[in-house]
């Protein structure tokens, strides 16, 4: 049966379950929906494990959809399991990250995980901590008010006098769903284009129309862009936020290139009439492909956890003069893998003169893998994130259960 937002739930599970979506038909009139999905897994494969089948099977079942809450804050503080979840977004600087994590690393907060976006001169984090001491969540209204303070003092040293403010759930969302919506309520779709001209070439730059379609009653949203993973995910996720319900689409890959036509519709009924509507849809889904693409250089790092690794890591990160464009941090049992894509502080490549200097200096202490990204290619996302089990989804949500 029909719901509101119930193609980007399934969505959001093949996506966690780091399948790829190479084909996509989706229909949903009246009170029932059809959807088809073509997917493979990380290498082209087909999936044969029976075990995944089955547990495709039974997540894609009914579930309940959980209510989230909002308050208008810039740090937003709430328990999930035996962890403490802090949500930040602030407008991003050299270093910004190194000294969130200095802050919580000196009140005694362990990062067990975490995930870092930046995009036209914003950051949005999304950080679990637990207690240093006891691995518990922190329930002390006194500590984690001192912690808030701390951090927003921190971020109120980034913002100009004309800085936005932002929404925060307090109930679990899902992290790569909260972290759009974080940059989305931070309007960080204006100007983007001109600001983000420097880290993507205008061959990155997606090809979006906003059509209409008569005879149907539908606006039509036509999106062409380089292929990569999770872009479904992602243009769904907007649309969905931005209130608009997806009745039909069909999506498909051709080589590295993707082709995804929605025929969309607002939860009022209404479809987009006036150019100011169109031309917002076209800034914010670009926006939201946008956010996730990484070329560069990536950095693996593989340690056994201690409190104030991060806090470390981005120091010594910060000290070589490389800037954190994306990051993700997760820790299981007591090991702890950190990826960062990174740039130089001028957004330039990396000069690989300043990566050894980083495998002396950390290298007695943690394992470091160096990939080039490539620029066209869903590989990034697959075997850079995926495969070290901390791209948030399922996975997450399984370790804080």
């Not at 049966?1 to 989706?26: C, F, R």
């Not at 403490?84 to 919580?104: C, F, K, M």
């Not at 931070?186 to 906003?210: C, L, N, Q, W």
């Not at 929605?262 to 939860?267: A, E």
Request: aromatic content about 6%.
């Amino acid at each position: 049966m029909n719901k509101p937002g119930i193609l980007l739930e399934v969505v959001q599970v093949l996506t966690d379950l780091d399948l790829i979506i190479t084909k996509a038909y989706i229909s949903s009139d009246g009170g029932w929906f059809m959807d088809v999905f073509h997917v493979t897994d990380q290498q082209g494969n087909k999936i044969a494990d029976i075990k995944t089948i089955d547990y495709i099977e039974k997540a894609l079942g009914p579930k309940s959809q959980e209510v989230t809450t909002w308050a208008d804050k810039r740090v937003g503080v709430h328990s999930v399991g035996g962890h403490t979840a802090i949500e930040l977004i602030a407008r991003d600087r050299p270093g910004l990250l190194s000294e969130i994590s200095a802050v919580l690393a000196n009140l005694h907060f362990n990062v067990v995980a975490a995930e870092v976006w930046t995009h036209n001169r914003r950051i949005a984090c999304v950080l679990y901590v637990n207690d240093d001491t006891t691995s518990r969540a922190v329930a002390d209204p006194t500590r984690l008010s001192v912690m808030e303070d701390q951090l927003k003092n921190l971020l109120r040293g980034c913002e100009n006098d004309e800085a936005g403010r932002t929404s925060f759930s307090m109930g679990f969302t899902h992290v790569d769903r909260r972290l759009h919506q974080m940059l989305f309520a931070d309007r960080d779709y204006e100007g983007g284009i001109m600001a983000t001209e420097v880290d993507h070439p205008p061959s990155f730059k997606p090809k979006i129309t906003v059509e209409r379609c008569e005879d149907k009653g539908y606006s039509v949203v036509t999106v062409r862009c380089k292929d990569r993973a999770k872009l479904m995910f992602d243009i769904v996720c907007t649309l969905t936020d931005m209130q608009y319900v997806v009745f039909h689409a069909t999506i498909s890959s051709d080589g590295p290139h993707a082709t995804q036509e929605y025929y969309i519709r607002h939860v009022d009924g209404c479809v987009l009439d006036t150019e100011g509507e169109k031309e917002r849809v076209i800034k914010c889904l670009e926006a939201a492909i946008r956010r996730r693409v990484s070329e560069g250089l990536s950095l693996e790092l593989c340690a056994k956890d201690r409190v104030g690794l991060l806090s470390e890591v981005t120091r010594i990160l910060r000290e070589n003069g490389l800037s954190v464009s994306r990051a993700g941090v997760m820790t299981i049992g007591e090991q702890a893998t950190n990826v960062f894509y990174v740039r130089d502080a001028s957004g330039n490549p990396v000069d690989m003169k300043i990566v050894e200097a980083l495998r002396k200096e950390i290298g007695h202490t943690m394992l470091l893998n160096v990939k080039k990204t490539p620029a066209s290619s869903r590989e990034p996302e697959a075997r850079g994130w995926a495969k070290t089990s901390f791209f948030f989804g399922n996975l997450l949500e399984r370790f804080l259960a």
